[in-house]
């Protein structure tokens, strides 16, 4: 498992003082707000302030204070120390299950490896290729268990979804 994990992209300046814009990467916006320290290019940066603006966080950095340094991190990722955080037990980034098998338990079949996610705003995607390609939304409803050991994802798919093996 990797020991950072990407947190947020830093899409754009706002103001001349060195606040950064960026898109979260965490499940949610508010994730990434509780952040107190943040990772660039592996070296830890305080937060000095976050809040919410027009589905993006505005981020203030310790040491960026000027329009330049601000615009000489854009399209730069911010990350988080998974060591920073407290998950419930069993939670699983996704991010840690990228290569895993999928395996559909409602029609007793490996269907595929996980080669990807896609966020979107309703939700997250993952992406199985196997014979095909199937788009599988990364929530309970859908995904049974995650075997780390074996690196299985039990997904269960309804009928409809895969083109049926």
Partial sequence: MKQYLEAGEIINTHGILGELKVRSLCNTLD?????????????PIHVISSRPHKGFALMKLDGIDTIEKAKSLKNSFLFLDRADLNLESGAVFLQDILG???FDDRIGKLIGTIENTISLPRGDLLVIKGDEEYLIPANPVFIKEIDQEEQIVHIHTIEGMLNEI
């Fill in 31 to 43: 994730d990434l707000l509780s952040l107190k320290t943040v990772y660039l290019s592996g070296k």
């Fill in 100 to 102: 895993f098998s999928a």
